[in-house]
Nanobody, 116 residues
Framework: QVQLVESGGGLVQPGGSLRLSCAASGFTFRRYFMNWYRQTPGQERELVAA????????NYLDSAQGRFTCSRDNVKNMVYLQMNNLKPEDTAVYFC?????????WGEGTLVTVSS
């Protein structure tokens, strides 16, 4: 059974940091591209960060570049999103996604609220 379980969300003040984690199980994690998406009410889900199967390549949403860092541990089957200098517009539910060819798995999300 495929599972992606996000954790680490919460309330943080502008300028603060959070580290999201996603624990993966039920599939061959090291073969999959791993992504972080976010979504706010009424909006489309948007890709925030992506990391290649061996972690050699990362890509970021323009507004996240330089503030967010995506990493993975293929031994622990974990993917992380370190978010620094958070802004109110980063407030969203953040989803972990695993993708390989037509296979596409999602976690249930973790809420990040950036507010003073």
């Amino acid at each position: 059974q495929v599972q992606l379980v996000e954790s680490g969300g919460g309330l943080v003040q502008p300028g603060g940091s959070l580290r999201l984690s996603c624990a993966a199980s039920g599939f061959t994690f090291r073969r999959y591209f791993m992504n972080w998406y976010r979504q706010t009410p009424g909006q489309e889900r948007e890709l925030v960060a992506a990391i290649s199967p061996v972690g050699s390549t990362t890509n970021y949403l323009d507004s996240a570049q330089g503030r967010f860092t995506c990493s993975r541990d293929n031994v622990k089957n974990m993917v992380y999103l370190q978010m620094n200098n958070l802004k109110p517009e980063d407030t969203a539910v953040y989803f972990c996604n695993a993708r390989l060819s037509v296979e596409n798995f999602w976690g249930e999300g973790t809420l990040v609220t950036v507010s003073s």
